[in-house]
């Protein structure tokens, strides 16, 4: 069963305009990560963040988590056109176990 | 470095044919991980290895086989091909067990008829 729920399921912007994904889970965890997934392409890693931390950047990447909500948020500002894709959260639990994905937020940005 | 490889890239069975699925990472991870995804239901896991040597069920472990056959390669097996296992199966593989990134592969589009 997955551990993580991306909402929206879907989201269509445009171009400049900044997107935000949401990720609720429903156990404790050590880290959540962020992948992307370009169509017919594998996952790629976005960003990792602790259960220790509560924001993390990286270029036009914000992650925030709130471990007493049992959420996470993934903000892309600026959107351009070449980050239409789907984007899935991931979470870890305790040691010993695997990663387990969300069903992911297709994003479309278009010009 | 190549990363994570995977073959073949596409192939099509018949109901009951057996296959192996091929994954190699060039990275030095001690974890590896098989999965598949299906439209609408995210990426599911089917088994992972920890370790060279050790080899655990994932989600949905139900009509597969692995084998880690070294710290480099990790192989997934389907013995009697059903349709409900057509999907595009992902290699991944990590340092270490779910501290870190996962690196993918470019994945295997599977079409059972």
């Known amino acids: 069963s997955q551990q993580g729920e991306e909402d929206p399921q879907a989201l269509s912007i445009q171009e400049g305009e900044n997107a935000t994904m949401n990720c609720s889970y429903k156990?404790?965890?050590?880290?959540l990560q962020w992948y992307r997934q370009n169509s017919g392409r594998g996952l790629v890693h976005l960003i990792l963040?602790?259960?220790?931390?509560r924001e993390k950047h990286s270029g036009r990447l914000r992650v925030t988590l709130d471990t007493s909500k049992k959420s996470s948020s993934l903000l892309i500002t600026a959107s351009r056109a070449a980050d239409t894709a789907s984007y899935f959260c991931?979470?870890?639990?305790?040691?010993?176990?695997?990663?387990?994905f969300g069903k992911g937020t297709t994003l479309s940005v278009s010009s | 470095n190549a990363g994570v490889t995977q073959t073949p890239k596409f192939q099509v069975l018949k109901t009951g044919q057996s296959m192996t699925l091929q994954c190699a990472q060039d990275?030095?991870?001690?974890?590896m991980y098989w999965y598949r995804q299906d439209p609408g239901m995210g990426l599911r896991l089917i088994y992972y290895?920890?370790?060279?040597?050790?080899?655990d069920k994932g989600e949905v472990p139900n009509g597969y086989n692995v084998s880690r056959l070294n710290k480099r390669e990790f192989s997934l097996r389907l013995e009697s091909a059903a349709p409900s296992q057509t999907s595009v199966y992902f290699c991944?593989?990590?340092?270490?067990?779910?501290?870190?990134?996962?690196?993918f592969g470019p994945g295997t589009r599977l079409t059972v008829l």
């Open positions: 991931a979470t870890s639990g305790q040691a010993g176990t695997a990663l387990i």
């Open positions: 156990t404790s965890i050590n880290n």
């Open positions: 963040i602790r259960s220790n931390e």
């Open positions: 990275m030095n991870h001690n974890s």
């Open positions: 290895s920890a370790s060279e040597g050790t080899t």
């Open positions: 991944a593989s990590s340092v270490l067990l779910s501290y870190n990134e996962q690196f």
